[in-house]
């Protein structure tokens, strides 16, 4: 029996999205394109929790096809950034999900929940490409050119992306300890960028220090200057 083809519907977003012209459940895929603002009773919100699982999983395959020999402290770390909903948001963004995902104009309207919809929007698609098949073969055809980059990067330089959940990892792994953010207010004027100052610490051993427009902003700098000079260190510990 012949496969069905798409609905008119969907024909625009498969192409778009570059997802399998045939082979899914069109059902489903509908259904993730739909945002639970726009619709209580039939939306996304399962898939998504589904798809959370299946990116999870099929992050993992990929990084030990590509990266036999790395460590699981730096699988782990790695993957943990390509499975974040920036990565997932990134993606969303690259090929336009935005345009498809049906929400209420009210959520629409709402730009600082944007980047949480449109990564639950991907999970949800990786969902239907697992559900349509039963197991990860169109999952990883349509995810892993997504991954690639990006992976190397982190691989590279894991504090890139999220300094701080790199740092914390890092000193966890090897010094069993957690870093301590001491943050400030040094400006009072309103969207200064170096607004605020923080200092990230180990104990008692100082490790970097940053500025920023928010305390989170300043977070990030200090802990990219730590992790860089650990890393660094270690790297050179590593070669002697």
Request: charged share 25%; net charge negative.
């Amino acid at each position: 029996m012949e496969p069905l083809p798409p609905p008119p519907s969907l024909r625009d977003p498969i192409e778009q999205l570059a997802l399998p012209p045939q082979g899914l459940n069109w059902e489903l895929l509908d259904q993730a394109l739909v945002h639970a603002s726009a619709s209580p009773e039939r939306n996304n919100e399962q898939l998504e929790f589904f798809g959370d699982a299946v990116l999870r999983l099929a992050a993992a395959e990929f990084l030990m096809e590509q990266y036999p020999n790395a460590t699981v402290g730096d699988l782990t770390l790695v993957r943990s950034q390509l499975v974040s909903d920036q990565n997932l948001t990134h993606i969303a963004e690259k090929i336009g999900v935005d345009k498809f995902l049906q929400t209420s104009s009210a959520a629409a309207g709402d730009r600082a929940a944007r980047p949480k919809r449109l990564a639950d929007a991907i999970e949800a698609i990786l969902a239907v490409l697992y559900l349509s098949r039963g197991d990860l073969q169109l999952v990883r055809a349509w995810l892993d050119p997504h991954l690639v980059e990006r992976a190397q990067q982190l691989v590279e330089n894991p504090a890139v992306h999220n300094a701080k959940t790199a740092l914390q990892e890092f000193t966890q792994k090897h010094y069993k300890t957690l870093p301590d953010y001491r943050t400030e207010e040094i400006s009072t004027q309103h969207g200064d960028p170096e607004r605020f100052r923080s200092k990230v610490w180990l104990g008692d051993r100082g490790l970097g220090s940053g500025v920023g427009a928010s305390r989170k902003a300043a977070e990030q700098a200090a802990a990219r200057q730590a992790y860089q000079a650990l890393w660094v260190a270690s790297n050179r510990r590593s070669d002697n």
